[in-house]
């Protein structure tokens, strides 16, 4: 089985797996706008939204709190991080936006 189209778009090479590796799994694309980059997931169906946000923040080097950074699907925030993916509603090929949790100005 291919991966969604919209997950090998301008994304790192090698995929970060979430949960457990058997059975069915859900390729993901997690975008950081802030770091400007893009991270391939494939996740376990019940993998929750915050280990996906922790994999991703740690795949892409970045020293932040994960508190500190929101989750986004089909625009609205995913309000119970411990839900799992496909409880939150992402499909296989499902767009992430992982941004900070307050705007920061723009120096």
Do not use: C, Q
Request: charged share 30%; aromatic share 4%; no cysteine.
């Amino acid at each position: 089985m291919t991966a969604p189209f919209v997950t090998r778009l301008r994304t790192r090479r090698d995929a970060v797996h979430v949960g457990r590796k058997d059975g069915r799994a859900l390729t993901l694309r997690v975008e950081v706008p802030e770091l400007w980059d893009v991270i391939r997931v494939v996740a376990a169906p019940d993998a929750t939204v915050d280990e996906v946000k922790t994999a991703a923040l740690r795949a892409l080097n970045a020293r932040a709190n994960p508190a500190a950074y929101v989750i986004k699907l089909r625009g609205f925030e995913v309000l119970d991080e411990r839900a799992s993916v496909e409880d939150a509603g992402a499909i296989d090929g499902s767009i992430f936006l992982l941004t900070h949790r307050r705007r920061r100005p723009v120096r």
